[in-house]
């Protein structure tokens, strides 16, 4: 009974590790960091409309004044897996 405990732990372990790198891999960025293009105070930011998650349309410009944080994924992107909704 021992042994068959201690078979099931070693090949639990042997899993664990195979399974490690991908993951520690796909968080990674694929480049250099990138500067990004911050918005100022003051500067006119594109308007656009995009679909909720409903379908309706919605218009960026209805939030004028307000803080929006726009936040997009990839399918290919692991975290951002995590992310969508």
Known sequence: MKSKWLIGAAVAIALGLL?????LRSERSS???VEGAACKQGTANLDFTLKDMNGADFKLADLKGKVVLLNFWATWCAPCLVEIP
């Open 19 to 23: 399974t490690l790198p991908p993951m």
């Open 31 to 33: 480049g250099p960091p």
